[in-house]
Each structure stands twice: as structure tokens, then as C-alpha cells.
């Protein structure tokens, strides 16, 4: 249970980051390429649905996973 909370605290933490902020020009005031290319992209439709899609299948993952039984004094039956 307590491996959870830490995951789903991780997830928030991660959720809650801002990405850094390019500058909009450098020293000689023209675009760089890269920032050229950015500003192309954040026009571009978002890829939230597939992200959320993908967060759906690793919550799905965690399904997977059998309980154990295991005391710590046996190895695990197969």
C-alpha cells in the first residue's frame, strides 16, 4: 500500500513540474533554429489524449502484478 502513495505522490510531483522557458531571441536578436522549430510545434494540436492514454496503461500495468504471499522465510511458488 505505502508503494502506492509514493507512486501516485511521484506521478503528482512529476504532473506539477513546469518546463523550462526558452528565451525568445538570443544576443543577436534573431530566432534560433531550435526555437524556430518550438514555437512550429506548440501550434500543433496537443498530445494530451495520448498522454493520458498511455498514464491509463500504466495504471493498468499495476494490475498485473499477482499478490505475494510470500512470509520472507520461502521463495515465491511459481
Known sequence: MRNRWRFALLVAAALAGAPAAAQAQNDTGLKTET????????????????????????????GVWRPSDNDGYTGDPI
Not at 526555437?35 to 500504466?58: F, M, T, V, Y
Open 35 to 62: 526555437q524556430e522549430r518550438l514555437a512550429a510545434a506548440n501550434k500543433a494540436p496537443s498530445d494530451l489524449i495520448w498522454n493520458l492514454l498511455g498514464l491509463l496503461g500504466l495504471f493498468g500495468l499495476a
